[in-house]
C-alpha cells in the first residue's frame, strides 16, 4: 500500500469533484471456479484499490459528501474463519490503516442507506456501473432499485471524476508500473531465449507466468504467445515452434498493488530474421518509434495513431502491397487492412485502464470522439494528452487470410491495395510492437529498463 496520506487525499478529492450526495465503492467479492470453496485469485476492485487500497474481500467503501466523512463497512471474521485464515486485522484496523475512521458492519451499512434514502434521491447516491454480477445484485439490494436497472442509474458525475484523477498517474505509481515492466522485462527475455523450434507455445508461456510470479505478482492479462499472430488475441498455446515463423509475445504483469505492464515483443523462431520478417519487423518498429517521437502533452492520441500509421502506410508503399497517395491510403484507412486495431489504451490498476467505467468516458471527452472508420474506430484513446498519461505504443501488422479475402471480394479500397502482390503475403501471421510510455511536461519517456526491441537487439538476445 501506498502510505494513507495518498488515499484520504484521493478521496478527499473525489468528494470534492463529485460535491453532493453519497458515493458507494464496493470492493469486490470471492469468485467460484469449480465448486464455492474453490475461488479463482482474489482480484480487487481496481476504483477500490484506488481509493481504499486494501486487498479484503466483501468490503464497501462510502463516501459522504455531504459530511466529509468515509467509512468502511464489513463483517469481521470470527473464530471460524480464523482457523482457516490465521489472525486477521479488524475492519477497524483495516479502516484506521488508510485513513478512515468510521467502520461497520454490513447490516450497519444497510442501516446508513436506508437512514439517508429519505433525505438522498437516487441520483444522490453515486455508484459505477458494476462489471460483476454479485456487485450488480448487492447495489440492487441495498439501494431497492430493480437487477436491470442498475447499470442505469450508474453516475456519470461519479465515472468523470475518477477518470480526471486516475488518468494522471502520480511519480509513485509510475514507480510501481516501472516495477511491473520491470518483471515483464524478465517474463520476455526469459521467453525470447527459448523460442528454438522443437519448443511448444504453452512450455514459453509457462516460462512468462513463472517469472510474473517470482515478482510476486500475478499477469495483468491471458497470455498471447502464438506463431500465429494474425489472430490479435490468440489465446491458444498448443503449436510447436517452427523455424519461419514470427512468434507474438504480448503479456504483462501485475505488481503486488495490482499496478500493470503490457508488453509485445516479436521474434523470429530461431533468433534469425529472415528477409521477409525483417522488412515487416522493421516497418511496425519505425511505427512504434514515431509515436514515442510524436507523443506529447497536446497532442491528440488520434493524431498520434495518425502519424504511426503514415509510417505503416508507407512501408507497405515501398513493399508494394500499397499503392497511390500517402495521404489518400490513410484518409481511406487502406493500410487498416494491416492492423485493425487502435495505436494504445490508458494502462495503470487495469491493463486497459478504467475500461470498467465505459470506453468512451476514458478515453474520448467533447472535444475528440471516436472515429467510425475501420482500425481507427478500434483505438480505445482518442483524445488529447496530458503530463502523467500512461498510455501503450502498439502497432501491429497482420496478415490476416479471411480480412482480406473479404476486402478482395467486395473490392474494399482496390485502388490502394494490390491483391495480387498480397497473395505472396498471406502466409506471414503477424508482428506486434508494444511499450509503455509516460507522458511528460515535454513530450514521453518509454517507461522501464528497455527490453530488446531492434532487430540487432533480439538477435542478440537470442543468439547469445
Ligand atoms: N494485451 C492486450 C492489449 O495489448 O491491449
Ligand atoms: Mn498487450
Ligand atoms: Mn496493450
Known sequence: MFKKETYIARREQLRKDVGHGIIILPGNHEASCNYPDNTYWFRQDSTFLYFFGLQREDLVGVLDCETGKDYIFANDYDIDDIIWTGPLPSVKELAASVGVENSGSLADLETFIHSNTHTFTHSHIHYLPPYRADITRQLSELLGIKYAAIPRYASMELIMACVKQRSIKSDEEVAEIEKAIATAYNMHVCAMKQAMPGRYEYELAAIMQGEAWKGNGPLSFPIIMTIH????????????????????????????????????????????????????????????????????????????????????????????????????????????????????????????????????????????????????????????????????????CYFIPALIDKWHAEGKNKDFIDFAELEKWKDFGGIRIEDDILVTDSGCRVLGKPIPKTVAEIEAVMTA
Open 229 to 396: 499472430g494474425e489472430t490479435l488475441h490468440n489465446h491458444n498455446h498448443d503449436h510447436e515452434l517452427v523455424e519461419g515463423r514470427m512468434l507474438v509475445m504480448d503479456a504483462g504483469c501485475e505488481t503486488r498493488m495490482n499496478y500493470c505492464s503490457d508488453i509485445t515483443r516479436s521474434v523470429p523462431v530461431g533468433g534469425k530474421f529472415n528477409d521477409r520478417q525483417r522488412a515487416i519487423y522493421q516497418i511496425v518498429l519505425d511505427a512504434n518509434m514515431e509515436a514515442i517521437r510524436v507523443t506529447r502533452p497536446g497532442i491528440t492520441y488520434q493524431e498520434v495513431h495518425t502519424a504511426a500509421s503514415r509510417i505503416l502506410a508507407q512501408g507497405y508503399k515501398d513493399l508494394g502491397i500499397l499503392r497511390g497517395n500517402l495521404d489518400d491510403i490513410v484518409a481511406n484507412g487502406a493500410h487498416s487492412l494491416f492492423m485493425p486495431h487502435g495505436l494504445g489504451h490508458m494502462m495503470g490498476l487495469d491493463v486497459h485502464d478504467m475500461e470498467n467505467y465505459g470506453q468512451i468516458n476514458v478515453g474520448y471527452d467533447d472535444e475528440t470522439r471516436p472515429s467510425t472508420q475501420f482500425g481507427l474506430a478500434s483505438l480505445r484513446c482518442g483524445r488529447r494528452l496530458q503530463p502523467g498519461f500512461v498510455i501503450t505504443d502498439e502497432p501491429g
